[in-house]
């Protein structure tokens, strides 16, 4: 997919509008249609469940003693930590953070990017938060509060980059779906950094989703009600339930055309530059040509691309 697209260079505050007065690209049974994401309970149907992540941002990039910067990745189950020393051309060693933190890089977990790490520190995310900052790509063209990286639904603080399919949802705006009977079922994903780079290969991500959803989910099945998930951690969390029968721990799972999808019906999702991977996740729920079709209209009418982008709502036909 070529495409040639605007990129959300600052959050939608910044440029007068409210959070949730971004807009967005609904692709339905019925066709393309364009909207504000406030007009969003208009297009679900009572009963519709929409799984959340509740997965909070950390400030997860942290300076080292000489300036450069590393990024705070994914935690692994043997406490290590895959990070991301930015433009660094060195091998295994030990760099020494602000806060009298060293990091100690073992081993490469991607080449030319990503290494497996030990931290001195066993309190990550309380280290991070006293001395980290959001993370932020060339795209951005100047620093945020962490607030502006976190969602109405964060309660778990894990997440490396901001599950921005959230982000334009407001307190008000929950209550009016929550109204109407739509129903919100939490399950957590702790985002890493994610890629363009080809050939990369994933890594494992820590979710946790509750009995109760799990629950949720299949009557809904049963009932024929549709599971819709906010953003691609959501959805790569519940397929890991459906395809490998795990509901907690760390999922490695790639969502593709090839392993499709056996219980998300729709997606909420920002709109992805065209190498990332998350864009064979959306091609395995609305297949290419509808997928062609949504970028083709996003590109031509001007949508942004990114975190603090414009959205798209993805029901399959």
Do not use: C
Not at 67 to 87: N, Y
Not at 157 to 183: C, H, K, Y
Not at 272 to 285: G, R
Request: glycine share 8%; charged share 20%.
């Amino acid at each position: 997919m070529t495409v040639t697209y605007l990129e959300a260079h600052e959050p939608p505050e910044a440029r007068g509008l409210a959070r949730d007065h971004v807009a967005l690209l609904a692709a339905t049974p019925h066709g393309l249609t364009h909207h504000r994401f406030t007009e969003l309970p208009s297009l679900l149907l009572p009963g519709d469940v929409l799984l959340i992540n509740t997965s909070a941002t950390l400030p997860a990039a942290v300076s080292t003693v000489d300036g450069m910067a590393v990024h705070f990745s994914t935690e692994l189950p043997d406490g290590s930590w895959v990070v991301e020393p930015r433009h660094y051309q060195g091998g295994a060693g030990v760099l020494h953070l602000k806060g009298d933190v060293s990091v100690l890089l073992k081993e490469p977990y991607s080449e030319g990017r990503l290494w497996v790490a030990t931290v001195s520190t066993a309190d990550v995310p309380g280290y991070l938060m006293r001395h980290g900052k959001p993370i932020r790509y060339s795209y951005v063209d100047a620093d945020w509060p962490l607030s502006y990286y976190q969602t109405v639904f964060g309660q778990v603080p894990g997440s490396a980059e901001m599950p921005s399919a959230s982000r334009p949802f407001t307190a008000d705006l929950v209550t009016q779906l929550v109204s109407m009977g739509i129903v919100l079922a939490p399950l957590t994903l702790h985002t890493g950094v994610a890629s363009a780079e080809a050939h990369e290969r994933p890594y494992p991500e820590r979710f946790d989703i509750p009995d109760a959803t799990v629950r949720l989910v299949n009557e809904a099945r049963a009932a024929g009600q549709r599971i819709i998930a906010v953003g691609t951690t959501a959805v790569r969390a519940i397929e890991t339930v459906a395809q490998k029968g795990l509901r907690r721990g760390w999922t490695s799972l790639v969502v593709t055309p090839e392993t499709g999808v056996r219980l998300v019906d729709g997606l909420i999702t920002g709109f992805h530059e065209p190498k990332a991977s998350h864009l064979l996740m959306l091609e395995a729920i609305a297949g290419k040509p509808l997928l062609d079709e949504i970028y083709r209209e996003a590109v031509q009418e001007g949508y942004l691309f990114h975190e603090f982008g414009d959205l798209n709502l993805i029901l399959r036909r």
